[in-house]
């Protein structure tokens, strides 16, 4: 297991998204160092914040997100990005880790669902996670 915060870049192009992201992962006891809102951008916060995990989506306009985590493993091949969906597709999952995603998340409409789903990533990933004691997505 990790110690300590998990430092983690979020990078989706909807801005509700981002921000219920960011509440659900920092109750995972994860430190949010940047959001963005492009795959572009996703990038070149990579290079300037080095977090040990990110959540992209990969869906965006302009550089989507498969062609930003190629660049991110371009510039650390040891990087960990998890890509998020809202397509619930076997196939894009596929896609995403033959591109070199360690992970694959869908965007479900419920918080809880989502919170269960980030939870489990980061156990699976050996992320030190906060307890539920909050309640807040029970």
């Not at 219920?20 to 949010?32: E, H």
């Not at 995603?101 to 990933?125: I, N, P, S």
């Amino acid at each position: 297991m990790h110690e300590g915060m998990t430092r983690v870049l979020i990078c989706d192009d909807d801005t509700a998204v981002r921000d219920v992201l960011r509440l659900l992962l920092q109750d995972l006891n994860c430190d949010v160092v940047a959001a963005c809102k492009d795959g572009k951008d996703g990038v070149e916060q990579y290079s300037a914040t080095r977090p040990d995990l990110v959540f992209m989506d990969i869906k965006m306009p302009g550089k989507n997100g498969i062609e930003a985590l190629r660049e991110i493993l371009k510039i650390d091949s040891q990087a960990k990005v998890v890509m998020l969906s809202a397509l619930d597709d076997v196939i894009v999952a596929e896609s995403s880790t033959h591109s070199g995603a360690c992970g694959y998340v869908r965007k479900a409409e419920a918080a809880d669902v989502l919170y269960g789903e980030l939870h489990d990533t980061l156990h699976q990933l050996g992320f030190n996670t906060a307890s539920r004691a909050s309640g807040i997505w029970d």
